[in-house]
């Protein structure tokens, strides 16, 4: 490569997005707008953890729930077979069993 090459080379760098990127950088340094994006974008991450931590405490609280009820079956079950088993008990006497409630009703 030759000087004028490489002369020819850094003006096209320069000349072009370049040097515009960089003055555009520089300027609004100056003028802080690069602290105004960033405070932007901490708020807008901000709000989303928010968000995020309201979901993950609903998911939470169904969950919760839900382990709830299957314990609560799973007790009302053992508590039907012991009925069903002893001796002194009738089975024609005890109540039909609920119907469990569509998980996809809301």
Same mark, same amino acid.
């Given at each position: 490569?030759?000087?004028?090459?490489?002369?020819?080379?850094?003006?096209? +760098?320069?000349?072009?997005? !370049? !040097?515009?990127?960089? +003055?555009?950088?520089?300027?609004?340094? @100056?003028?802080?707008? +690069? =602290? =105004?994006?960033?405070?932007?974008?901490?708020? /807008?991450?901000?709000?989303?953890?928010?968000?995020?931590?309201? @979901?993950?405490?609903? !998911?939470?609280?169904? &969950?919760?729930?839900?382990?709830?009820?299957?314990?609560?079956?799973?007790?009302?079950?053992?508590? @039907?077979?012991? #009925?069903?088993? /002893?001796?002194?008990?009738?089975? &024609?006497?005890?109540?039909? #069993?609920?119907?469990?409630?569509?998980?996809?009703? =809301?």
């Amino acid at each position: 490569m030759t000087i004028e090459d490489i002369v020819n080379l850094v003006i096209t +760098l320069f000349s072009g997005g !370049l !040097l515009v990127k960089i +003055l555009d950088w520089i300027r609004d340094a @100056r003028k802080g707008h +690069l =602290q =105004q994006r960033r405070a932007e974008v901490d708020a /807008a991450i901000a709000e989303r953890d928010k968000a995020r931590s309201e @979901r993950d405490k609903a !998911l939470a609280d169904v &969950g919760w729930f839900e382990r709830w009820t299957r314990i609560l079956e799973e007790h009302v079950s053992l508590v @039907r077979r012991r #009925y069903i088993d /002893a001796p002194c008990t009738d089975p &024609g006497d005890l109540d039909p #069993y609920p119907p469990r409630p569509s998980r996809d009703k =809301q």
